[in-house]
């Protein structure tokens, strides 16, 4: 009732649902505070249409990605095709001091912190800055905030299960959507399936 959905269809549909995400097939976790029970998923473009049941997520991943086939094929790509390896950080390289927090840090001096939290070459990924278009590598968007800040910056990218690996510099959306599939491409593959077979069933309704 909260998204204007038909209560029965809903209803309907969870009496003979499989129980597993309808993206990535995974049961909910109830040991998981925000995954103890699977999300209704319905469009939000078109008006009170139920799509599935999706884990919390591949929920919130598709709305980063703001429910876009072609945004999530870009991140298929960039998985895939687009992995830059560098050089891992080295615990005995000289940074720069760091500055306090809120005095007006230089790009640079963001992005050598960043390195160092996630054990990356800083010269590296600041020569890849210098040379970058200031967009993001998967929607081509600008910057946008994060975590309620006030200015607008790209993230650094990074592979969490290979030390040492920078792929690029993205936007909080699809930074966030990469982390909710977790960074798999059969997940987003998936995804764009379940988005297209809905869509399909709306233009059948129309």
Not at 23 to 31: D, E, K, L, R
Not at 158 to 173: A, M, S, T
Request: hydrophobic fraction near 35%.
């Amino acid at each position: 009732q909260n998204y204007g959905l038909d209560t029965d269809e809903v209803e309907a549909a969870f009496n003979v649902h499989s129980g597993l995400c309808d993206i990535c097939g995974h049961p909910p976790n109830p040991a998981h505070k925000r995954n103890r029970r699977l999300t209704i998923d319905h469009d939000h473009e078109a008006v009170s249409h139920f799509r599935g049941f999706l884990c919390h997520g591949c929920n919130t991943a598709l709305g980063a990605f703001e429910d876009s086939p072609v945004r999530i094929g870009a991140a298929i790509r960039y998985l895939t095709e687009g992995l830059r390896l560098v050089a891992p950080y080295t615990p005995d390289y000289e940074y720069p001091p760091r500055r306090p927090k809120g005095d007006g840090r230089s790009p640079n001096t963001i992005l050598r912190a960043c390195a160092r939290q996630r054990g990356l070459d800083a010269n590296a990924i600041e020569d890849y800055f210098e040379a970058h278009s200031g967009l993001c590598d998967i929607c081509v968007g600008p910057p946008t905030p994060w975590r309620r800040q006030r200015h607008e910056r790209l993230q650094v990218d990074h592979d969490h299960n290979v030390p040492g690996v920078f792929r690029g510099f993205l936007c909080h959306g699809c930074n966030t959507g990469l982390g909710g599939f977790g960074d798999d491409p059969v997940k987003l593959a998936a995804a764009i399936q379940y988005l297209a077979e809905t869509i399909a069933t709306i233009a059948d309704a129309a």
